[in-house]
């Protein structure tokens, strides 16, 4: 059973756009929303992660929006180059399990 | 300074084989997991060690894996009579161990074929 469910599996965006990664979860026990970037041949990278006792948190062009109550969570991507085409994993944890979504790819044309 | 770093790059073997994936941590963290990744899906949590004890293996998939780290660094993780299912990237993670909002910090993978 997958404990994260994340959408769309795959987004195209032209350059300058806003890309929004969707993610969902029913374990209320999970404590941590990491997101990861990921490019061929390499490993996930932490790109942002939030707590939920907040609603929102940004960090340059990337911000996360979650919804507790909801028990959603999104990555936004402001102002999209190029250079963030690669695979975003969405993930939430309780102690020191990592339960990770099936991942995005993102392309953003020049 | 260094990362994380995982070897062999690529292992073929073929089914019924006897595997060791190796991962060396960032010098200092004590926080080490292991994680599969399948084709076209996300990190599947295998094991993590804090130290040299595996405090969860409750993602090992069976009692053909196994994983040690018998000096609280290098860590190997051990697949006996391999199938051709466990094909897939093997991923190692580090972090220092503070709690569970530590970065992770992701080696390369060995990407594990079996024949």
């Known amino acids: 059973q997958q404990q994260v469910k994340q959408s769309p599996q795959s987004l195209i965006v032209q350059k300058g756009g806003i890309s929004i990664i969707n993610c969902a979860y029913e374990?209320?026990?999970?404590?941590?929303f990491p997101w990861y970037q990921q490019f061929p041949g390499k490993g996930p990278a932490l790109l942002i992660a939030?707590?939920?006792?907040?609603s929102e948190k940004k960090e340059g062009r990337f911000t996360i929006s979650f919804n507790k109550s909801a028990k959603q969570f999104s990555l936004h991507i402001m102002d999209s180059q190029p250079g963030d085409s690669a695979t975003y994993f969405c993930?939430?944890?309780?102690?020191?399990?990592?339960?990770f979504g099936t991942g995005t790819s993102l392309t953003v044309i020049p | 300074g260094a990362g994380v770093s995982q070897t062999p790059s690529n292992k073929v073997t073929e089914k019924g084989k006897y595997v060791e994936l190796r991962c060396d941590p960032i010098?200092?963290?004590?926080?080490l997991y292991w994680y599969r990744q399948s084709l076209g899906q996300g990190p599947e949590f295998l094991i993590y060690?804090?130290?040299?004890?595996?405090?969860?293996d409750s993602g090992l998939p069976n009692d053909r894996f196994f994983a040690v780290r018998p000096e609280g660094s290098v860590s190997t993780l051990k697949i006996q009579r391999t199938e051709r299912g466990d094909s897939a990237v093997y991923l190692c993670?580090?972090?220092?161990?503070?709690?569970?909002?530590?970065?992770?910090?992701f080696g390369p993978g060995t990407r594990l074929t079996v024949l």
């Open positions: 993670a580090s972090s220092p161990g503070r709690g569970v909002t530590d970065t992770q910090y």
């Open positions: 374990n209320t026990a999970f404590d941590y």
């Open positions: 939030i707590r939920p006792d907040v």
């Open positions: 993930a939430a944890s309780t102690g020191n399990q990592f339960y």
């Open positions: 010098s200092g963290h004590t926080a």
């Open positions: 060690f804090q130290g040299t004890g595996a405090a969860d």
